[in-house]
Structures are given as C-alpha cells and as structure tokens.
C-alpha cells in the first residue's frame, strides 16, 4: 500500500510555470506506475500525464504535450509535474495516482486503472 501527498500548488499568472510534486510511503515506489490527473469545478478527473516503474515512458493529454513534464526520483520516492506556458484553463485541483505494476515501460491512462490517489493540490492561473 501506498500513501500520496501532493504538494507545490497555487496561484500563478498566464505563461508562468509551477511544479507540483507529489511524496510517496512505502519502500517499494518503485513496483508503482505513476499518474497526474486534475479536476476543474463542475467537470469530471481527466487525465493529464503518466510515467512508468523507471521514467523511461511518458505520457501526455494532448492538451498540455510539449508544456507539462512528468518525471520520478526513485530513490525520493517522489514524482513531479513542472508545467510551464501555464493557461487559464489548466487551473484545477492536481492529483497524483499511483497503482502496482509488473510491467517496466508500461503507463496508465484511465483513473480506474489506478488504486492510490493523493488529497489533490490547487493550481489557479489568473492575472
């Protein structure tokens, strides 16, 4: 089991960066594939970006590709979005998603493929 606290949110103008981080229990992050989902008010948790067991496989939405940047540190048990050319419609609550795998290069799209969410962290971009 792991446990998922997200961190590194908050206000930010249009065309800024940000990164959220998200810290991780447990000694085996590294059995786990990675996730970043958000939620805007009102709407469904769509996915945003993944990465596998080592962080050699990425996966974006389409709508945040060449601006978002997943990456892990194993040994900080830790995963991170920068997110940079930030807009008014990235604002959302941020969670991090954390489920077991067997495979190495494999990532997870879906928020049902996921068993451990984080409390979620808000990101606001306005001027």
Known sequence: ???????????VQPGGSLRVSCAASGRTFRNYAM???RQA???????????????GTTNYANSVKGRFTISRDNAKNSVYLQMNSL???DTAVYYCAA???????????????????????QVTVSS
Do not use: C, H, M
């Open 1 to 11: 089991q792991v446990q998922l606290v997200e961190s590194g949110g908050g206000l």
């Open 35 to 37: 996730g970043w989902f």
């Open 41 to 55: 008010p009102g709407r469904e948790r769509v996915f945003v970006a993944a990465i596998s067991l080592s962080g």
């Open 87 to 89: 807009k008014p419609e």
């Open 99 to 121: 489920r077991p795998s067997s495979y190495s290069n494999s990532y997870y799209l879906s928020t049902y493929e996921y068993d451990y969410w984080g409390q979620g962290t």
